[in-house]
């Protein structure tokens, strides 16, 4: 059985988890239902510091509403990149003031960083991966240093990569709880429609995977429901969730 998380301090070297203790949570919480395993997660501090890194996407209502309903204070990230659309921005606005959610830190990327390596802004259109870092890989990395663990809203149905994935995963020497592992499409639009919770306002007009605006198009009839991001490109992830960014014929998770 997990224990709660060792308290970090100075002298402290060793890693805050290994793959023994992912090993062991997901054993314990294996069947258990997804708000069951929030709950103790949350409450049994079994993470130590953690917070959810949430895009206010088409599907993150899900996530933040199984983490309000337990702690609406937990923390939550969100990366604004400088390139959201302006409806995620107030969709995140929504979401917030609907879930009571009091744990909200935006994490922007450095100024230094963007003059440097961005000043024209159009970095993405030449360089998405080298955009991906400066604008979102970078700043998470920072935001994450007051932290032990993430809680992310990836599923197992988005990707080939995700497919089988764990609720509990080492990410470092940190934990990645993904409370939706084995969650389907039609399990998240059942939540949504139980919950009356609010949908992104770009999804009825046809995005269906949503990320920044220049790297986001809509998606055409018949083709995959992710196949507006990165249009154009062999780039797959922005690479904030550790794995390669550029993974041809995979799907974007972010
Ligand atoms: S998704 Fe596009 S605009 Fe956003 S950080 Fe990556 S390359 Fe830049």
Same mark, same amino acid.
């Given at each position: 059985m997990a224990e709660p998380a060792r308290r970090i301090d100075r002298i402290d070297t060793a890693p805050r988890f290994t793959a023994a203790d992912v090993a062991r949570l997901n054993a314990r919480f294996e069947g258990v239902a997804t708000q069951e395993v929030i709950r103790t997660v949350l409450e049994e501090g079994l993470l130590g510091r953690v917070a959810v890194v949430s895009s206010f996407g088409a599907e993150s209502a899900v996530l933040l509403d199984l983490v309000a309903a337990v702690d609406p204070s937990t923390p939550v990230i969100f990366l604004d990149t400088g390139k959201m659309f302006p409806e995620t921005l107030d969709y995140r606005d929504t979401l917030v003031a609907r879930l009571g959610l009091t744990? @909200? /830190?935006? +994490?922007s990327p450095e #100024? $230094? &960083?963007?003059?440097?390596? !961005?000043?024209?802004?159009?970095?993405?259109?030449?360089?998405?991966?080298?955009?991906?870092? @400066? /604008?979102? +890989?970078?700043?998470? #990395? $920072? &935001?994450?240093?007051?932290? !032990?663990?993430?809680?992310t809203g990836r599923k197992g149905f988005q990707a080939s990569t995700r497919s089988g994935i764990a609720r509990f995963e080492l990410d470092g020497d940190r934990i990645k709880f993904n409370p939706l592992a084995d969650w389907t499409k039609a399990d998240l639009d059942r939540w949504f429609e139980a919950r009356?919770?609010?949908?992104?306002?770009?999804?009825?007009?046809?995005?269906?995977?949503?990320?920044?605006?220049?790297?986001?198009?809509?998606?055409?009839?018949?083709e995959d429901p992710r196949a507006g991001r990165w249009r154009g490109w062999d780039k797959v992830e922005c690479g904030i969730h550790g794995e390669p960014i550029v993974r041809p014929g995979e799907e974007p998770v972010f």
């Open positions: 744990g @909200i /830190r935006v +994490v #100024a $230094a &960083a963007i003059a440097a390596k !961005d000043g024209t802004g159009l970095r993405w259109s030449y360089d998405p991966d080298g955009c991906c870092e @400066i /604008r979102k +890989v970078l700043p998470l #990395a $920072a &935001a994450m240093k007051d932290f !032990d663990a993430s809680i009356g919770l609010p949908r992104h306002p770009l999804e009825a007009q046809g995005y269906l995977s949503i990320g920044c605006a220049p790297c986001t198009s809509v998606v055409k009839p018949g």
